[in-house]
């Protein structure tokens, strides 16, 4: 796989969240909820802090929420963990 020219475009969760909407990867975010995200699942792109915000490469969080599968509504304290993808 080719790397992509010129550096990393590093921007805080806010824009993270308004970019992901604006390009229409996903319908609604917010940053609130991309720091649960950063958190809890391993394979979110590494978080760089600056300052008291944290910063992501927008080149590698646009594959990764592109390849997310989401599961609105899965009440997991109810449920349990989701069914794996197939």
Known sequence: MTEPEGGP???SFRELARRLVADGVVETMSHQRLSKIAR????FP???PVGRSNVVDYRLALPFFRARVTRPGWRSDLKGSPPAAE
Request: no cysteine; charged share 30%; net charge negative.
């Open 46 to 48: 590494p978080v760089v």
């Open 9 to 11: 475009d590093m921007v």
């Open 40 to 43: 809890e699942d391993p394979g």
